[in-house]
């Protein structure tokens, strides 16, 4: 059974700093990973869709790898600002289901 | 503009009601999905459509129900059987249901009173 997990489940980091998020997973077949953000109270944003033949994806200052022999993909944030402050969550597309982490708060320190 | 609307924002439930959750999109995406998710834990599927006429149980489906009657719409009801509803609910589609990017509509937050 597919089981995804992030760690960790805070992150508070100051302005500017660049970051990496972590997202693992338990069965390396996998069709694609999806990363999200998701602002307090609110839906949830796609960020980033890696398929399972790639190694990364960029959109602007967000970086996402994937490596699927070791069952891990991370979110590289650039020169964090405080408007990066979200939860941060990672999903797995999985014999036709998304599996999901719990997600990464993260606190960007002004 | 394109997207998926889902009404109310919050919605307060009596013990014993029945309420009805709205999820519309005019993505001309086929699939959609009801998603549950609680403080501290991934999304939880509740239940899937393929296809108009048709929907699937997730893995919570106990004390819900849906209908498809049209491919923009995807209400979703929580019944008096499900003892533990207060969440915050989440609505999305995508093209199929084949292992394509998923979008979200903002959710609608749930408390019993």
């Known amino acids: 059974k597919q089981e995804v997990t992030q760690i960790p489940a805070a992150l508070s980091v100051p302005e500017g700093e660049n970051l990496v998020l972590n997202c693992s997973f338990t069965?390396?077949?996998?069709?694609?990973l999806q990363w999200f953000r998701q602002d307090p109270g609110k839906g949830l944003t796609s960020l980033l869709l890696?398929?399972?033949s790639q190694r990364e994806q960029t959109s602007g200052r967000l970086n996402a790898s994937l490596d699927k022999s070791s069952g891990r993909s991370t979110l590289y944030i650039a020169a964090s600002q405080p408007g990066d402050s979200a939860t941060y969550l990672c999903a797995v597309h999985s014999n036709y289901q998304l599996i999901w982490g719990a997600g990464t708060k993260l606190i960007i320190k002004p | 503009d394109g997207g998926i609307t889902q009404s109310p924002k919050y919605l307060f439930r009596k013990e014993g009601q029945n309420v009805t959750l709205s999820c519309e999109q005019n993505?001309?995406?086929?699939?959609m999905y009801w998603y549950r998710q609680d403080p501290g834990q991934g999304l939880r599927l509740i239940y899937y459509?393929?296809?108009?006429?048709?929907?699937q149980k997730g893995d919570i489906a106990e004390g819900y129900s849906v209908s498809r009657e049209k491919k923009e719409s995807f209400p979703l009801t929580v019944t008096s059987a499900q003892k533990n509803p207060t969440a915050f609910y989440l609505c999305?589609?995508?093209?199929?249901?084949?292992?394509?990017?998923?979008?979200f509509g903002q959710g609608t937050r749930l408390t019993v009173v």
């Open positions: 069965d390396s077949a996998i069709y694609n």
């Open positions: 890696i398929q399972s």
């Open positions: 993505l001309n995406h086929d699939a």
């Open positions: 459509s393929q296809i108009v006429n048709d929907f």
């Open positions: 999305a589609s995508s093209i199929d249901r084949g292992n394509t990017e998923a979008f």
